[in-house]
């Protein structure tokens, strides 16, 4: 709505007042997202880890299964932290575009995943992978921003 105060069409030249409300929205809801992420950081480690600990683990000791879930939940916390971008591409009209993105750093990263396992990679390093393609949305989704909206 911020936005379409400036005008109704996509490529509309943002006012100072809207840029300011937008500027607000994305400060408060990055520190909404910054909370639910470590919110969803210590719930998931936390019940992995009491999870973990039961498990008759024969293949993989306890400390690498528990170093790679922290990496997992590292990366999950990341994708929590990554909405905010998301939702600010959806409300700048960028509608699918955050899909088209998602889905291209899938496909790389499930390519990567069956190189690291055909070159004998295990659980640690796939979990890297995982985390790796968690964070970089971020960084393509504010890329894309920048870029298009300055």
């Not at 509309?12 to 500027?23: C, F, M």
């Not at 936390?46 to 990496?71: C, D, E, N």
């Not at 968690?134 to 894309?144: G, I, N």
């Amino acid at each position: 709505m911020a936005k379409g105060r400036s005008g109704g069409d996509i490529d509309v030249s943002l006012t100072p007042e809207s840029r300011k409300e937008i500027a607000d929205l994305v400060f408060s809801s990055s520190l909404v997202f910054r909370v639910l992420a470590t919110v969803t950081l210590t719930l998931a480690w936390l019940a992995g880890y009491f999870y973990l600990r039961h498990l008759q683990l024969h293949q993989v000791p306890l400390r690498s299964a528990l170093i790679a879930w922290s990496i997992l939940c590292a990366g999950q916390t990341a994708t929590v932290w990554t909405m905010v971008w998301t939702h600010l591409l959806i409300g700048l009209g960028f509608v699918g575009w955050e899909t088209i993105l998602i889905s291209a750093v899938s496909i790389v990263t499930i390519a990567v995943q069956i190189g690291v396992s055909l070159s004998g990679g295990g659980l640690l390093a796939l979990a890297i992978v995982q985390t790796v393609a968690s964070v970089l949305p971020r960084y393509l989704f504010r890329w894309f921003v920048r870029r298009y909206q300055p």
